[in-house]
């Protein structure tokens, strides 16, 4: 069965940051990612990362964000730096099954950043 287990998010003021993390189990994961969804929009990718390390981020976070992740392990991680409030939202992991590419995603955590 594949979980993935998201931690790390909070509340935090103009400029501060954040470490997300996400712990995957239950099976071996090409890409893997970050997405948020903001009050009254549309979900939207934040990072990506493959499995060979390969990284693609979204233009309001680049500079901003690093997206990393352990194979061992079956982690992904971002951290985030300078957080501006329009970055508050619910950021969800996701993970692509290498064997079928599945998607599969987290329960999400709350990020939200005050002026």
């Known amino acids: 069965q594949v979980q993935l287990v998201e ?10 940051s954040l470490r997300l993390s996400c712990a ?10 970050w997405y948020r969804q903001a009050p009254g929009k549309q979900r ?3 990072a ?15 500079g901003r964000f690093t ?4 194979n061992a392990k079956n982690t992904v991680s971002l951290q985030m730096n300078s957080l501006k409030p329009e970055d508050t939202a619910v950021y969800y992991c996701n993970a692509q ?5 599945r998607n599969y995603w987290g329960q999400g955590t709350q990020v939200t950043v005050s002026s």
């Open 67 to 70: 997206i990393s992740r352990d």
């Open 24 to 33: 995957a189990s239950g099976s071996i994961f090409s890409t893997m990612g």
């Open 97 to 101: 099954n290498v064997f079928d590419s």
């Open 44 to 46: 939207e990718l934040v």
């Open 7 to 16: 931690s790390g998010g909070g509340l935090v003021q103009l400029g501060g």
């Open 48 to 62: 990506v990362i493959t499995r060979g390390g390969t990284t693609n981020y979204a233009d309001p976070v680049k």
